[in-house]
């Protein structure tokens, strides 16, 4: 088990490529670019959003690689997405969704995203650069501590901090838009 702590900004169009500059002069490497297609899994009471329990499945590059998560919130918090998570490797994407939905997390929500991942302070701190549906996103994983530094460095800590998960971003930008589909499939 590891745990998660994690916040998100929402990017402005052509800040990406501002910020990927700066934390390359800051000694960050690019490690990773990848498609990840998520499957979430939820209770039909919605019951397991509000015990906390958030199975998921996540395929990455058309499935070269899928792993078996489930996310346990560990407290509320206003400032960070805190979460413990369990994680293993799968090789049957679909015998893995059939045995969650058997289980009873039978409403299954998609979403995909396009992620670039850097590694700062000898890979102490992780740096996503996610494009999804709704918009762009920078998302960093680290201690608080590490995480308000890192946003200090890039000039980013007066900015909104987003402590919650996608499908709940992209919940709220479901009802601003009145968009119905529950899924967010890139084009």
């Known amino acids: 088990m590891k745990k998660e702590i994690e916040i998100k900004i929402k990017l402005r169009k052509g800040e990406t490529d501002i910020l990927k500059n700066k934390l390359k002069k800051l000694g960050g490497i690019k ?3 990848e498609k990840e297609t998520t499957y979430g899994f ?3 009471d919605d019951s397991s959003i509000e015990k906390g329990i958030f199975p998921r499945i996540k395929s990455i590059n058309k499935g070269k690689s899928s792993l078996l998560t489930v996310k346990v919130k ?7 997405f805190r979460r413990n998570e369990f994680e293993i ?13 058997a289980m009873g997390f039978s409403k299954e929500r998609i979403f995909e995203k396009l992620r670039e ?3 700062t302070d000898n890979s102490s701190v992780t740096i996503n650069f996610d494009t999804l549906l709704f ?10 501590q590490k995480i308000e ?3 200090k460095k890039l000039n980013l800590e007066k900015r909104e901090k987003i402590a919650k998960a ?9 009802k601003k838009n009145n968009i119905r589909d529950e899924n967010a499939i890139l084009k």
């Open 31 to 33: 490690i990773k670019s």
């Open 42 to 44: 939820f209770t039909e």
């Open 74 to 80: 560990t407290k509320e918090d206003k400032d960070y």
């Open 89 to 101: 490797t799968i090789n049957d994407i679909n015998t893995a969704r059939d045995m969650i939905k």
């Open 117 to 119: 991942s850097w590694l």
């Open 135 to 144: 918009g762009e996103y920078f998302e960093i994983e680290s201690d608080p």
């Open 149 to 151: 530094t890192w946003l």
């Open 166 to 174: 996608y499908l709940g971003i992209f919940d709220d930008w479901r």
